[in-house]
């Protein structure tokens, strides 16, 4: 069951994330430029993903319900996964997260490209709460799910960003890569930025120490791969950009920087997967 949820957790953080980066970042990096393969494709890869997400999230309160209630069975009764929606903190925020999820899907079908964004950044927002983002209470814990949101904004802005970017260049026209690239590499730094310092924040107040102890065993070792896998996308793309500064550009080898910056974002959303089932701090024996 461990295994599955760890499974869940990833497709649909994934999914939320690729969404929200996509959409926020189309208009900064085209502008009004109108591309219609690219934007029948980003339509397409959106619905997609969306239905994804609806199917995921359901799958994720079903296996949250057959946890609580230590059977499998407890998953297909209405009444148990009504108490679960009712009276557990996860089950409140999961209704809004659900419906948001649906409203979603039907923007995306009709389609209404004004409530994309609006409904994709309240999606992503309410993942902020569940796992390690409501262990504490009062103005503490309030404070610690708004910096969870920031955090899980920047890293959505970066890995949906790198999908978009993907797509871009699979249809590129090289004269107009640069400045694609330059406007990317430009915000990059500021999500860089946000990512570690909320990053920072959470492993400090979760674990009351810079960095948890022991280094190389539960909590700390799979929060170490993960911050390995954020630098070797930060060294992608400082290398991406000290290439376009001195005009080495081939398009190639670009597409193959970008498509392992992007896999090394996924494996990092896979150990943030692992992370949200681990406890944050050792407790004495």
Not at 226 to 235: F, H, R, T
């Amino acid at each position: 069951m461990a295994t599955l949820l760890v499974l869940c957790r990833f497709v649909h953080f994934m999914v939320v994330l690729l969404m929200f980066g996509a959409c926020a970042f189309r208009p900064w990096l085209l502008g009004k430029d109108t591309q219609p393969a690219l934007e029948r494709t980003l339509l397409r890869l959106t619905r997609g993903l969306a239905w994804t997400a609806l199917v995921s999230g359901v799958a994720w309160l079903l296996l949250i319900t057959a946890s609580m209630a230590g059977s499998w069975d407890a998953a297909l009764q209405p009444g148990t996964v009504g108490l679960v929606l009712g009276k557990t903190f996860f089950g409140q925020v999961w209704v809004w997260h659900l419906l948001l999820n649906l409203l979603l899907v039907i923007a995306l079908i009709k389609p209404w490209p004004a409530l994309r964004l609006p409904l994709l950044t309240l999606l992503l927002a309410t993942l902020a709460p569940v796992g390690h983002g409501a262990m504490l209470d009062g103005l503490s814990g309030r404070l610690l799910i708004l910096n969870q949101v920031v955090h899980l904004l920047c890293v959505g802005a970066w890995l949906g960003g790198l999908l978009l970017l993907v797509l871009i260049l699979r249809q590129a026209q090289r004269h107009r890569l640069e400045p694609i690239l330059r406007r990317f590499s430009g915000v990059g730094y500021g999500l860089v930025a946000g990512l570690l310092v909320s990053g920072l924040i959470n492993v400090r107040v979760l674990t009351g120490q810079l960095w948890p102890t022991p280094l190389f065993s539960g909590f700390a070792l799979i929060l170490l791969i993960k911050v390995m896998l954020v630098l070797g996308m930060l060294c992608l793309a400082l290398l991406n950009r000290l290439r376009l500064g001195s005009g080495d550009q081939q398009l190639g080898s670009l597409k193959g920087s970008v498509m392992l910056e992007w896999l090394l974002g996924v494996c990092a959303v896979g150990a943030v997967s692992v992370l949200g089932t681990l406890p944050p701090m050792v407790l004495a024996g």
